[in-house]
């Protein structure tokens, strides 16, 4: 194994202490439990947390700010994190409105969400939960119980973060989740597996001409293990998977081509192109995109197509400002 | 080789027309020959333009807009573009106030660009060329006569370019170019190597256990080939290396932590961890950062590190509105 890190077992804790040095504008990281919260709370705001396993950055650390998430609980690698560290997130996420958690669907990641919740209402702290499920690749999976939430995430946190900073009420952005994780849709394809600290070794063996069709973050089986193809054939068969599901014909949509780690670029891009002309060529359009690596899988190469519709008002919502370490515009 | 790419003649061509088509409202691409061009050109403002082979994604074509460069020529993988598109690409930037070039030291950029140049001022237009050699590795090597141009590079082009949007003159920019040249100080460490498209070979081969102290961005050879080690004693050696060259005791700096493609996220903030507390530890002030992949070499692993002594101005500089691709703030 060869990796940027010292020991495996402080492999979560160093990456962290470097995001809160490189970004103390921005963020501060609590220890003990470890949690990650903006500078500044805005007073009287909806608390918007979300959290999961690491080895996933900048999702979700590198998404606290200004206009998305007040806090994210980090997990060691592929973990969930407990309730306690959610807990003490939401706590300084609270400002009298409430916390709206942001779940992936993993069976850990839901049970101890729940169980921060439930401390959480003992406090006096008003939580809703929306659990985000956008993979259309299997129906249950190692981990899952039902769909897989992957990259389609981000685009629900900056949507419903730009929501909360507008002063939306908790209801109302539990509602806009809900709405939101109903529209959107990702499949991923791995070319090549992860390297997992702890392990050393790779989570899964693919031969040279071997791809993972609907591969999960975590290295999770997709729907088959199929030979490499061109770009523009795997950007095809990406994009009908997601299509399948839900049709976009004439839809307004924003595309999120996301890179799993290892993945330059420029790859990202042709496989953008590929995309854009094919949801061009049945009438949709393109009001929005985002290519890069949001959502990684540790050093897995490979990438993912998310596809959310919208409407002038999502849309003004994804242009509102937003400050955070992986995304940043209009400040 | 496993890439998503088509043909390998098409790579570059691909990637770049994704990249028109995600950033259309930032950029334009032009064929025949092939250029970027910031969307709108500020008029009477001079015109910063860079360019040089691709592969190092998102430099140049990602940093072409408001507040950095108005144009870039990208070649093809690892490839000087020619003077043919340096020179449109010049016409273009050209609103009355000159071009500065900003080059990055190899022996074909360097050619090219000086063809263009005179090319340029045949037809009248004004051109200063500012060639950068900030990598510490080697005094000479494969492609070079002098120090290679690495990754220190964006830290000109940010600086610069924000120079010229407040209204600079071409002298002035010049100077200050030279003067941010002969203060930017990089190194890089690969621990894997790239796999360039047309061969479909990796570029030099590492044992499990090595990896390639001072590597090029092609690839090219660095100072030793070492043993692999801790991320910490890699960065203490790369940093090292870099204040050899310079002293940065008591200095103000910006330090940039690049990736150098295959690298996620979390493994440069470990080295990121480790820089910020040997700077700290020499009295060092770090005014600003960057942890992320800006200059890569296709899909190489590792890292490089860059620092720039700063003051007060060149902070400000710094911090000025930029709205390009890959760096984006203020606006």
Redesign the interface.
């Known amino acids: 194994m060869?990796?940027?890190?010292?020991?495996p077992r402080r492999?979560?804790a160093?990456?962290?202490?470097?995001?809160a040095?490189?970004h103390a504008d921005i963020v501060r990281v609590q220890s003990s439990p470890v949690f990650v919260t903006r500078l500044r709370m805005s007073a009287g705001k909806v608390g918007v947390v979300s959290g999961g396993g690491?080895?996933h950055?900048?999702l979700h650390v590198?998404f606290v700010g200004h206009g998305m998430l007040d806090a994210a609980a980090p997990g060691e690698i592929f973990t969930s994190p407990t309730p306690d560290p959610i807990l003490a997130a939401t706590r300084e996420a609270h400002q009298g409105a409430g916390v709206l958690y942001l779940v992936k669907n993993y069976t850990g990641d839901v049970l101890n969400f729940e169980t921060a919740a439930e401390l959480a209402a003992m406090e006096g702290i008003a939580v809703r939960t929306v659990v985000i499920d956008d993979d259309v690749a299997v129906q249950n999976s190692e981990f899952t119980a039902g769909r897989r939430g992957v990259a389609g995430t981000v685009l629900i946190e900056k949507i419903v973060g730009a929501a909360a900073e507008r002063g939306d009420g908790l209801d109302a952005l539990a509602d806009l989740a809900t709405r939101l994780t109903a529209s959107v849709r990702s499949i991923g394809v791995a070319?090549?597996a992860p390297t997992v600290p702890h392990s050393g070794k790779q989570s899964f063996e693919l031969a040279?001409d071997e791809?993972e069709f609907g591969i999960g973050i975590h290295g999770e089986r997709g729907r088959a293990r199929v030979g490499?193809a061109?770009?523009?054939e795997?950007a095809d068969r990406a994009l009908e998977a997601v299509l399948d599901d839900i049709p976009r014909e004439g839809e307004r949509t924003i595309v999120l081509v996301n890179g799993m780690?290892?993945?330059?670029?420029?790859?990202?891009?042709?496989?953008?192109?590929?995309i854009?002309e094919r949801l061009r060529g049945i009438g949709a359009h393109?009001e929005r995109?985002l290519?890069g690596?949001y959502v990684?899988s540790?050093?897995m190469?490979?990438?993912s197509v998310s596809l959310l519709s919208v409407d002038d008002e999502l849309l003004s919502l994804w242009d509102a400002p937003v400050?955070t370490a992986?995304l940043?515009?209009?400040?």
């Not at 060869?2 to 020991?7: E, F, M, S």
């Not at 780690?261 to 420029?266: H, N, R, S």
């Not at 940043?328 to 400040?331: Q, S, Y």
């Open positions: 060869k990796k940027l890190l010292n020991d492999f979560v160093d990456a962290l202490a470097g995001f040095e490189a690491s080895g950055e900048p590198g070319i090549g040279p791809i490499m061109p770009a523009d795997l780690g290892a993945t330059p670029p420029a790859e990202l891009y042709v496989v953008y192109r590929r854009a393109i995109s290519v690596s990684t540790l050093d190469a490979g990438f400050r992986a940043r515009w209009g400040m």
